[in-house]
């Protein structure tokens, strides 16, 4: 009678194991019993078998430590041999359910039909106490919220979109200080700049606070605002970097885990530089999708559109 249990206990913990979960899969990605497809939230066991196709990827992360994996190269594994000797960052855990939900959703949606899904949010930060919006002058899409924006990372990333017909050669970027004292002016040829903004002159009275107006000279004219407020309180940022651990960012799973972190703490601006992170190290239409969805629940350049029919 003991042996029937201890066998009947065996037989349920293999039958439920959880050794891994997916995170994300492009392609036709197979469990080799069964020939079953793998999705975004499909749990695999450590003696499954699996085939990635040709052009195939497959985002993982190892349920007991937190670790994630990503396969790139078409071939056959079995997952044993993807057990990860050390641990990942504890977010995993957490948000691994949600980033698994988001990807499905995003893995089966049309990257282009889903463009119409969303509706560009013109003069939400076009105040005109600050920007002059004329018949001649265009708002930009910039992708933060009406209000300043507190940053845990000093190394801020802004990002902004013209019109989707329209072509902008170079962008500057004046920045000033809450004091409207100007404290750099950068220009770039892209729809994004990255910045060190602790190297900035602080008011008078020690305010973080900077605001980025982005601007065009060639037609057509553009203008923008983003306002950057840096963390100064010692006690919160201590928190977040012991909750953020010491492991660092090690792929594309990893910045969209940190995302949704940062995102929960309404620090939309880090986790809009997450979304980026990962989108430069993975630009799968599932990544493209879930980042509109970011910006579109949290109304930072987008909203829903309201006609829109699936």
């Known amino acids: 009678m003991k042996n029937i249990i201890l066998l009947c206990l065996f037989l349920s913990s293999s039958l439920y194991a959880q050794d891994f979960k997916v995170l994300t899969s492009s392609g036709n990605n197979v469990i080799k019993v069964g020939n079953k497809r793998i999705w975004a939230g499909t749990v695999l066991k450590s003696t499954d078998v699996i085939t990635v196709a040709q052009n195939g990827y497959l985002g993982l992360m190892h349920v007991k430590t937190g670790k994630t994996i990503e396969i790139k190269k078409a071939g056959t594994y079995t997952m044993s041999i993807l057990t990860p000797k050390a641990g990942g960052s504890s977010l995993g855990a957490k948000y691994s359910s949600y980033v698994a939900d988001e990807l499905f959703k995003g893995e089966k949606q049309d990257i282009n039909k889903n463009h119409r899904k969303y509706m560009a949010i013109t003069g939400a930060v076009s105040r005109e106490s600050r920007v002059s919006n004329t018949n001649d002058t265009k708002t930009l899409i910039v992708f933060t919220k009406d209000y300043a924006q507190e940053v845990y990372d000093d190394f801020v990333y802004l990002s902004w979109m013209p019109n989707e017909n329209d072509k902008i050669t170079k962008y500057y970027i004046q920045i000033t200080n809450i004091s409207d004292e100007p404290v750099a002016l950068l220009e770039t040829d892209k729809n994004y700049i990255e910045l060190d903004m602790s190297i900035y002159k602080k008011a008078k009275d020690g305010d973080a606070t900077f605001i980025a107006k982005i601007f065009t000279s060639e037609a057509p004219l553009y203008k923008g605002i983003i306002t950057v407020s840096l963390m100064t309180d010692k006690g919160k940022k201590e928190s977040i970097k012991k909750e953020l651990g010491n492991a660092t960012p090690e ?60």
């Open 251 to 310: 792929n594309a799973l990893d910045y969209l885990i940190r995302a949704k972190y940062f995102e929960e703490k309404a620090l939309f601006l880090d986790a809009v530089k997450c979304y980026q992170k990962a989108l430069a190290l993975q630009n799968l239409d599932s990544y493209k999708n879930a980042y509109m969805e970011f910006l579109s629940r949290n109304n930072m350049g987008y909203k829903l559109n309201p006609d829109f029919k699936d």
